[in-house]
């Protein structure tokens, strides 16, 4: 009887809301075993009602690509402009998922291509009977073993929908703060507002097997990150040189700075979200 009353109040509360959106900070510490550096970049939640469906994505990420659109039509000083301007982001996801469901599709993009995969995920929350105020909401405790790091969620029976931030959900209310006990990243809700965040889908998505598919094409992208370049160049018949900061560079050369480009990223960014996964962009 109680899962009962609980689906109605769930399904009842989908009727009578509206869409809304949900501005997340996402502290993190991108290196592993150097807590000295800690980053922060802004996510978004939609929950759209109506289809009945959330998605999780990079709001750094559509402040960069609309500013990248300018940079094209811009000249060089307004270029560089443009650059300092350009918000810093270094996750790549988007996170889709029905409301109350356990199935999650995960697009992610990296060396110029957008990848998709299906999950079904159901966490394992341990309910703690403590609570605190985010955001002018009583929230309750839980937490939760994911990804090799242990998780405290709080949520709010305010907001009666089974979601939250990232791949977070199954909770009785609405996840408003999640962190790793480890200190190192912490999903923080800093507004709540009407209606969703304008987002256009990914284009040409390639659908993979599964999480670790991609991990494998993952690591065959960091063997080369500049094999998609050459494969392009030679079928334009491309060989000449390019400029890169306004330092001119032979083809072979510049394919060498991609390719140290990503490895040097990838040096300070060795401390992902799941701890199993491969952190490209």
């Given amino acids: 009887m109680r899962t009962y009353l609980i689906f109605v109040i769930f399904f009842s509360a989908l009727v009578n809301a509206q869409n809304f959106k949900v501005f997340f900070e996402l502290k993190y510490q991108p290196q592993e075993k150097n807590d000295s550096i800690k980053k922060s970049e802004i996510m978004v939640l939609n929950v759209d009602i109506v289809k009945k469906t959330t998605t999780f994505f990079n709001y750094n990420a559509i402040k960069s690509d609309s500013i990248y659109v300018l940079i094209n039509n811009s000249s060089q000083i307004q270029r560089e402009q443009l650059l300092n301007i350009a918000p810093e982001q270094s996750f790549f996801f988007n996170i889709k998922k029905n409301i109350g469901g356990s ?3 995960h697009t992610e993009r990296f060396n110029t291509e957008n990848y998709v995969y299906d999950q079904r995920l159901v966490h394992n929350w341990k309910l703690l009977d403590i609570s605190k105020n985010i955001l002018g909401h009583y929230c309750k405790a839980a937490t939760v073993n994911f990804a090799g790091r242990l998780w405290t969620a709080w949520y709010t029976l305010d907001i009666p929908i089974p979601e939250g ?4 959900h199954g909770l009785p209310g609405f996840i408003l703060n999640v962190e790793s006990a480890d200190n190192e990243y912490k999903f923080e809700a ?4 009407k209606e969703l965040y304008p987002l256009t889908d990914s284009k040409n998505v ?18 080369d990150p500049s094999g998609k370049s050459r494969l392009e160049d030679l079928s ?15 083809s072979e050369d510049s394919y060498k700075l991609l390719n140290k480009e990503l490895r040097d990223w990838m040096k300070t960014h060795n401390n992902p979200i799941e701890k199993n996964d491969i952190w490209v962009r």
């Fill in 206 to 223: 390639i659908k993979v097997k599964n999480e670790n598919f991609l991990r494998n094409l993952k690591k065959k992208y960091i063997k």
């Fill in 103 to 105: 199935d999650i599709e």
């Fill in 165 to 168: 931030p990232y791949k977070f």
């Fill in 236 to 250: 334009y018949g491309f060989s000449g040189s390019s400029i890169v900061n306004g330092v001119k560079y032979s």
């Fill in 190 to 193: 800093i507004s709540i507002s």
